[in-house]
């Protein structure tokens, strides 16, 4: 399996406090990913980054920013948690092969 | 922008049975195509990964095919066994730059095999 970190697993926090998930590879890709996961939504791209430094938007990155200062860390923070990102929030990782893979998930709740 | 679709959004079989799993995308100028497996509370597991220039590709019992002018990829699953039980994901890169070359992700298909 690709070497993926997401921290926390859980976290349950409320309204207007902002929060910062984590995710760290271990294989030196050079693409990263932020998907939330979302009963009738599917899977929707928030943001990702082709480098260190360097991030990009996705369909859904109102509310959302991150950063990557590093080629193994790349960060998401909720600036100010909303109920409507209550989610599941997947990192994934690609590099020369273009497979994705996937860590285990952030299972967020905001109350 | 692009559009997939896969359909049924559930399926029921019995074990052993050999069945076929599909997703139709809007936009044929795509990149590839992957196929993904995602169990219950789980990520998701990339199974096969087709390019643009690709018909098929096999990995054990799956066999994934791409018909990318028709915009139609099919996910052949041989002797159905109950651990093949999942959701399936089919996703599309597009090409260029920018937001064409993110993937674009279905809603998967529930598949159950029933022992």
């Known amino acids: 399996d690709a070497g993926i970190t997401q921290s926390p697993r859980h976290k349950v926090t409320e309204t207007g406090t902002p929060v910062t998930l984590r995710c760290h590879q271990t294989e030196n890709h050079r693409y990263m990913y932020w998907y939330r996961q979302d009963p009738g939504h599917g899977l929707r791209l928030i943001h990702y980054s082709y480098g260190v430094k360097d991030t990009d938007k996705g369909e859904v990155s109102d509310g959302y920013s991150v950063s990557r200062s590093k080629t193994e860390d790349f960060l998401l923070t909720l600036e100010s948690a909303t109920s409507s990102q209550t989610s599941v929030y997947f990192c994934?990782?690609?590099?020369?092969?273009?497979?994705?893979?996937f860590g285990s998930g952030t299972q967020l709740s905001v109350l | 922008k692009q559009e997939v679709t896969q359909i049924p959004a559930a399926l029921s079989v019995p074990e052993g049975e050999n069945l076929v799993l599909n997703c139709s995308f809007t936009d044929s100028a795509i990149y590839n195509l992957q196929w993904f497996r995602q169990d219950p509370g789980k990520g998701l597991t990339s199974l096969l990964l087709?390019?643009?220039?690709?018909r098929e590709q096999t990995s054990g019992r799956l066999n994934a095919s791409l018909d990318k002018s028709s915009g139609r990829s099919t996910l052949y699953i041989a002797a159905s066994q109950p651990g093949d039980s999942a959701t399936y994901l089919c996703a599309v890169r597009g090409i260029g730059g920018g937001s064409n070359y993110k993937l674009t992700f279905g809603k998967g298909t529930l598949l159950t095999v029933n022992p």
């Open positions: 994934a990782i690609s590099g020369t092969s273009e497979k994705l893979f």
């Open positions: 087709i390019q643009s220039s690709q």
